[in-house]
């Protein structure tokens, strides 16, 4: 069925840069092989804004519009800034339908993915180590951060597991160089779509803390082919 509506993926994007196209040639590059067709679309870009993008299409004749954020969890931009646009286009025209679908982070095939990362990491089998998790977070909007608890639970791993975000109430900032007292190693796996600005500025942050130990910062998601297998299925879903 996928294809006789219009495919929306949304990413966050940048208002200014080279950023969203190198993010849409790395997609382009992961869904090389899919057969449905997608749109690309960003919360922030002065030319290919979900607006810019979603008026092109209906101005071609589309009215339905199936919606899958890149993003992982539901925090601002998915509880409010995605729905806030979309429905302000609906009521510049009333005659579309649309349907978003849940956060990446909360499939299950994300498991597999941190799961992966985490194992890449060889730790010594007698070593004294534990994993932190951290997502982007917010203070405002922490059902997010009841998702990472929830992922957290789902990984198969014997080591203590930390949920930490960049911003909000668990942020890393306030604990992360006590934990790398704790323990001799620490594996800390970034949960964002790729290795870009906000990893950058985790790792940054980090680098300005007093760490003790080892410390093993593995690639963030990255456009692994497990995130294609996400994609997907959180398309078929809003086709049932």
């Not at 911003?167 to 779509?193: A, K």
Request: glycine content about 4%; some cysteine; hydrophobic content about 40%.
């Amino acid at each position: 069925m996928r294809g006789l509506v219009a495919n929306i993926l949304v990413a966050h994007g940048m208002r200014k840069g080279d950023q969203n196209k190198a993010l849409g040639d790395f997609l382009e590059h992961l869904l090389s092989d899919e057969t449905y067709n997608y749109e690309l679309a960003f919360i922030e870009s002065e030319e290919k804004s979900i607006e810019n993008t979603i008026g092109r299409l209906i101005d071609q004749g589309e009215t339905e519009f199936k919606v899958v954020p890149l993003l992982i969890f539901s925090a601002m931009h998915y509880i409010v800034d995605v729905p806030n646009i979309l429905e302000s286009i609906k009521q510049a025209h009333p005659h579309i339908r649309y349907e978003i679908s849940e956060p990446l982070g909360t499939h299950d095939y994300m498991v597999d993915l941190v799961e992966k990362r985490i194992n890449d990491v060889h730790i010594d089998g007698t070593t004294n180590y534990a994993i932190v998790l951290i997502a982007h977070g917010s203070f405002s909007y922490t059902k997010a951060h009841d998702e990472l608890k929830e992922f957290s639970e789902k990984l198969t791993q014997t080591a203590p597991i930390y949920c930490r975000t960049l911003y909000g109430d668990i942020t890393f900032r306030n604990d992360l160089d006590q934990l790398s007292r704790d323990y001799d190693e620490l594996i800390v796996v970034p949960m964002f779509l790729y290795d870009g600005r906000l990893v950058n500025k985790v790792k940054r942050l980090i680098s300005e803390m007093d760490i003790e130990g080892t410390l093993h910062i593995t690639p963030s998601i990255n456009f692994d082919n497990i995130l294609k297998l996400i994609i997907s299925e959180r398309l078929d879903q809003l086709y049932i």
